[in-house]
């Protein structure tokens, strides 16, 4: 039994169009195949080194280790400067050379950060679109199995009453023959 995609999308998807992500779904499920793949190593293949370098950034940018590090070089940086070297200080208290340092990181690291977040949004959009194939393929296969287990219910009732009419005409026979007498009956 052979079936369309146009068949299947009539019986199981709501009215409207049919977008490419149903058409695949359904295209799986005539032809047995699954949906579910590894995206992320997809991703990780194609990943250029710009953008493999900015998630890397974002990824220790955002970590406790990198604030809690950048938290001891500003202490140490103050400190040096306050105490250590008092009176030759190189950047001497309002630390206007390490405000100019903390600009320029802020300026480079803002924007790689905000590459990585994009990619990251995309990658959820690509996630969502995944799951949503994966869903609706686990949803027709059931109402597929549910269509199944229906047919076969049917099949035994058809059978279940064919049997027992058979029963039921065999006890009518039964009747008769008591009704008329059994041979040898002499009451």
């Known amino acids: 039994m052979t079936k ?8 199981w998807l709501p009215r409207g169009r049919l977008g490419e992500a149903e058409h695949r779904v359904l295209q799986s499920a ?7 793949r590894d995206v992320r190593s997809a991703r990780v293949a194609t990943a250029s080194r710009g953008e493999r370098l900015a998630d ?3 990824r220790v940018g955002g970590s406790w280790a990198f604030i809690l590090c950048f938290l001891g070089f500003l202490v140490l940086w103050a400190g040096v400067n306050v105490w250590v070297l008092a009176g030759r200080a190189f950047d001497p208290y309002p630390f206007v050379f390490l405000n100019l ?9 803002a924007p ?5 977040q994009n990619r990251q949004a995309a990658h959820d959009r690509a996630d969502a679109a995944h799951d949503y194939e994966v869903n609706l ?3 027709i296969e059931i109402m597929a199995l549910h ?3 229906d047919a076969l219910r049917h099949r035994e009732i058809v059978a279940m009453h064919a049997e027992v009419m058979a029963i039921s005409q065999r006890l009518a026979r039964l009747e008769a023959m008591v009704e008329k007498g059994l041979p040898g009956d002499s009451a």
């Not at 369309?4 to 019986?11: G, H, I, K, N, P």
């Not at 005539?30 to 579910?36: G, K, Y």
């Not at 790689?112 to 990585?116: A, C, D, L, R, T």
């Open 30 to 36: 005539i032809d047995r195949q699954p949906v579910a």
């Open 147 to 149: 269509e199944k287990m």
């Open 56 to 58: 890397a950034i974002a």
């Open 137 to 139: 393929k686990a949803e």
């Open 4 to 11: 369309t995609v146009d068949e299947l999308a009539s019986r």
């Open 101 to 109: 340092l903390l600009s320029m990181l802020a300026a480079v690291q």
């Open 112 to 116: 790689v950060i905000m590459m990585s």
